[in-house]
């Protein structure tokens, strides 16, 4: 074993990523299957470097497509991958733009929805009659 190389445990903790999901990353091919010392991982220092990356894609909503994508234009020359970096990155931006749009409509809903319960004029509850109708 390296000295630089380290086990499992020690890459989580390093990166704040759960064990099950290092190895689920493995299985997707996110993260190279790692040498072993006997059945134990150890990872080196570009593993902690991937995987870190691999977490703030996660953390900006990247799928796990678009990280896999990203890896790949990581490891191609900087100038050449920027465009397709900023084509994934502009799709995923108007992603989470569409759904922030349809929280905002989802808050108009709720929000109108309990002042018309605070209001006391129905028999009934309006939520209830607001999810049972058919919004086609």
């Known amino acids: 074993m390296r000295n630089d190389e ?3 445990g020690e890459l989580s903790r390093r990166t704040g990523c759960n064990i099950e999901t290092i190895r689920y990353y493995e299985r997707i091919g996110l ?3 790692p040498d072993r010392v006997g059945r134990y991982r150890r990872f080196a ?3 902690i470097r991937r ?3 691999v977490r703030r894609a996660r953390a ?5 497509d678009e990280v896999r994508t990203l890896l790949q234009l990581s490891l191609t020359d900087a100038r050449n991958a920027c465009e397709d970096v900023r084509r994934v990155s502009a799709g ?3 992603d989470v733009r569409a759904r922030i749009a349809d929280l905002r ?3 108009r809903v709720l929000a109108n929805t309990i002042r018309e319960c605070n ?3 129905h028999s009934g509850c309006p939520l209830i009659d607001a999810l049972g109708r058919d919004s086609r």
Request: proline letters at 8%; hydrophobic letters at 60%; glycine letters at 8%.
């Open 105 to 107: 409509a989802m808050e």
């Open 119 to 121: 209001s006391g004029r």
């Open 6 to 8: 380290i086990p499992i």
């Open 60 to 64: 900006l909503g990247f799928t796990l």
């Open 92 to 94: 995923h931006l108007a």
């Open 45 to 47: 220092a570009v593993d």
């Open 31 to 33: 993260l190279p299957l």
């Open 51 to 53: 995987l870190v990356f």
